[in-house]
């Protein structure tokens, strides 16, 4: 499986982005896909989960209310709408899959998905 996340950039405070993340593979359908980051000097995070049904949603409390996460089945993509950007938000996005869906706890544990994209860096400036 290749995932190729693209969508970042420069955003405003305030702004909205939106990433995508294209699964190459055949098992899209079956699979969970999660959005982490990695700001820099920290560690990577969670930010939000697609079940692979995609009728779930999780997301980390840095992003409730503000991101959302869908998924395109018969384009093979999951999406992340960023909305109400901050400058903490600035960081390189990674989408991943995990295969046969997540279940509860393991949508938020990376070491639980098992193909990643390259990243795409979201700045947002003040």
């Known amino acids: 499986v290749q995932l190729q996340a693209s969508g970042g950039g420069l955003g405003q405070a305030g702004g909205s982005l939106r990433l995508s993340c294209a699964h190459s593979?055949?098992?899209?359908?079956?699979?969970?896909m999660g959005w982490f980051r990695q700001a820099p000097g920290k560690e990577r995070e969670f930010v939000a989960a697609?079940?692979?049904?995609?009728?779930?949603?999780y997301y980390a409390d840095s992003a409730k209310g503000r991101f959302t996460i869908s998924r395109d089945d018969a384009k093979n993509t999951v999406y992340l709408q960023m909305n109400h950007l901050k400058p903490e938000d600035t960081a390189v996005y990674y989408c991943?899959?995990?295969?046969?869906?997540?279940?509860?706890?393991?949508?938020?544990?990376?070491?639980?998905?098992?193909?990643w994209g390259q990243g795409t860096l979201v700045t947002v400036s003040s």
């Open positions: 593979g055949s098992t899209f359908n079956s699979d969970a």
């Open positions: 697609s079940s692979w049904t995609g009728g779930s949603a």
């Open positions: 991943a899959a995990q295969h046969y869906g997540c279940s509860d706890y393991g949508c938020y544990d990376e070491d639980e998905y098992d193909d």
